[in-house]
């Protein structure tokens, strides 16, 4: 452990509000947080919190940079965003391990994890030289017409422990391209990545004689995230977290007329059709619902399957969990590791006892592992007779619930009836079926595939969902217009004042 | 002396210090954290938004029960 903390600039005692290599600003009154591995219970490092005092430090040079880094031309800015992603490629396994160690997901998701800030790195590099605006034909004479955009400003990017790293850097890689800095309030329960990347991100803007672009304010939700989302110097505030807590963002914001990009609760189902191909169908499910111990946005929580199918893929699935290793992320063969804290693995249990409650039928798992540590889980199959009240909640846990239908419309039904709409999919052989599926009386989410699982998504599409998921976009696809300001423009260069619309005025 | 969770107490605390009142609050149908993340607010606010009529009689309950299972 001491190996990875020193190759991550990581020490026993870290400050959490950074504005660039020489600009790590310490309060006396700081509160400490402490960093636990969540497989041992045991401390991994502090951090001096980010106070009212140093996040007004933080920002002011985050606001003070934007003036200067937004007449940077983009493809410049991109170089500096190709030299992160370069520096993240030197780092990738000692800052996959930390991710592993501080938040508890296998090794393999770990170094998946930091991948992905590698690949939209490369993504953002490429659209810094593509962040096009439209032409169009002016009505009047002699006017050209066109629109283009703007850097937006200092923007805030608050994430949750679940992808310690990889969301930030949606953002954040994305919003630098677009001529934006960007300050972070990562999860409590993982500040120790926050740091690192903040270490990494420093040597890179000095690397290029700047600093904030990237920085940090690592502090309690009700204190710094609170301060975030009323600071009308923030235009934007990228939220990835909980529905309860984006409408608490969202209103905030839009009560000062800021701008948001939410990403909230999932509750993705994959309906599996009678014409499903079943090993394919169980492998995915696997992935999708124990995958980070069912902690991903992204995580299937609802199997919606044909009653002709019902018992041979129940039975396939529970023969899928009876093979999955459980135990310390960071050895190898591991699939599933811990919850991140105590209270996460007292809130599954009592929804399992909703579940039963309910009507629902634990035929798998649903029990404490106290012999791997206070925070292990099995993962956990719960038939269900109908998709009753705690099926409709986001429980951040591996449980799955089962549900069976008779028709296809039944199926679309019951995958649209949750208030979430993040991630969905469907296993069938029928082109029928599938088309009918993405069709706009198909899925209602933001993501729909068709035989491959809710989770797991490439960085090359654009990231968010419906409903109560908050309706924003991260990532690929033309999600930088989020972060950047549209202006149209009409130039005249003519010497006749023609008014639009054919008015005459005062002639 | 019992466990001293008053409606002041930040939901940020609630869970670090008493884990086991997540459970309790699940149970009641109140949930205080989403997404694996504790909510930004006092334990007082989230009880007066989720309906709660009596508020002390609710922290007692919950105070007793962390006493109870400490």
Redesign the interface.
């Known amino acids: 452990m001491k190996e990875i903390l020193k190759k991550l600039q990581i020490k026993d005692m870290n400050i959490g509000a950074c504005a660039g290599q020489e600009d790590w600003y310490e309060d006396p009154t700081a509160e400490e947080v402490v960093s636990y591995n969540p497989a041992t219970g045991e401390p991994i490092a502090r951090v001096l919190q980010a106070t009212e005092k140093t996040y007004g430090q933080v920002l002011n040079t985050t606001v003070e940079s934007f003036k200067s880094w937004r007449m940077m031309p983009a493809p410049k800015r991109g170089l500096v965003v190709r030299d992160l992603g370069l520096a993240l490629r030197e780092l990738k396994e000692p800052l996959g391990d930390l991710v592993t160690l501080e938040m508890g997901k296998i090794k393999a998701e770990g170094h998946g994890e930091v991948q992905e800030m590698i690949d939209i790195c490369d993504f953002a590099v490429g659209l810094s030289r593509q962040l096009y605006g439209l032409t169009m034909h002016s009505e009047r004479p002699a006017h050209r017409m066109y629109e283009q955009w703007h850097p937006l400003g200092a923007i805030g990017v608050i994430t949750?422990?679940?992808f310690p790293v990889a969301v930030w850097s949606w953002n954040a890689a994305i919003a630098a391209v677009c001529g934006d800095t960007v300050v972070w309030k990562p999860?409590?329960?993982t500040p120790l990545t926050a740091v690192a990347v903040q270490h990494i991100a420093n040597k890179v803007m000095a690397d290029h004689g700047l600093k904030g672009i990237f920085n940090i304010s690592i502090g309690?939700?009700?204190i710094v995230?609170?301060r975030m989302i009323n600071d009308s110097r923030l235009p934007l505030i990228s939220f990835t977290?909980?529905?309860?807590?984006g409408r608490?963002v969202s209103e905030a914001v839009a009560r000062r007329f800021g701008s948001t990009i939410l990403e909230?609760?999932g509750n993705n189902a994959i309906i599996v059709a009678e014409d499903a191909d079943m090993d394919m169908a169980v492998r995915t499910i696997l992935f999708g619902a124990v995958g980070t111990a069912g902690?991903r946005?992204t995580t299937t929580r609802r199997i919606i399957m044909h009653k002709s199918i019902a018992k041979e893929l129940t039975d396939k699935i529970v023969k899928a969990y009876q093979q999955v290793a459980i135990g310390n992320p960071l050895q190898d063969g591991i699939l599933m590791g811990p919850?991140?804290?105590?209270?996460?693995?007292?809130?599954m249990?009592?929804?399992l006892?909703?579940a039963e409650e309910q009507g629902g039928k634990v035929i798998y798992g649903g029990k404490r592992l106290p012999d791997h540590g206070e925070q292990f889980v099995e993962p956990t199959i719960v038939k269900m007779p109908a998709q009753t009240e705690i099926v409709h909640?986001?429980t951040?846990a591996p449980i799955l619930y089962l549900l069976e239908y008779e028709d296809i419309e039944e199926a679309i039904y019951l995958h649209n009836e949750v208030p979430q709409g993040l991630s969905s999919a469907i296993f069938t052989t029928n082109l029928l079926t599938a088309e009918r599926y993405l069709s706009h009386e198909g899925s209602d989410c933001g993501i729909a595939n068709v035989n491959i699982g809710t989770s797991g998504a490439e960085i090359g599409g654009a990231f968010g969902g419906e409903k109560e998921t908050g309706g924003g976009r991260e990532s690929g696809s033309d999600s930088w217009k989020g972060y950047m300001r549209r202006q149209t423009n009409t130039i005249n260069w003519s010497k006749e004042l023609p008014l639009a619309q054919g008015i005459k005025f005062g002639d | 002396m019992g466990t001293q969770v008053t409606p002041d107490t930040?939901i940020?605390d609630l869970?670090?210090e008493y884990?086991?009142?997540?459970?309790?609050l699940?149970?009641q149908g109140i949930?205080?954290?989403?997404?694996?993340?504790?909510?930004?607010?006092t334990l007082g606010e989230l009880l007066e938004e989720e309906g709660v009529e009596d508020l002390q009689q609710f922290i007692i309950e919950l105070n007793s029960f962390l006493t109870k299972e400490d």
């Open positions: 949750a422990f679940n999860s409590s329960d309690r939700g009700s995230g609170e977290g909980s529905t309860r807590m608490r909230l609760g902690q946005c919850l991140v804290t105590k209270g996460a693995v007292e809130d249990m009592a929804a006892e909703k909640i986001e951040f | 930040q940020e869970v670090k884990p086991l009142a997540v459970g309790f699940t149970r949930r205080c954290i989403r997404c694996g993340e504790p909510l930004w607010c």
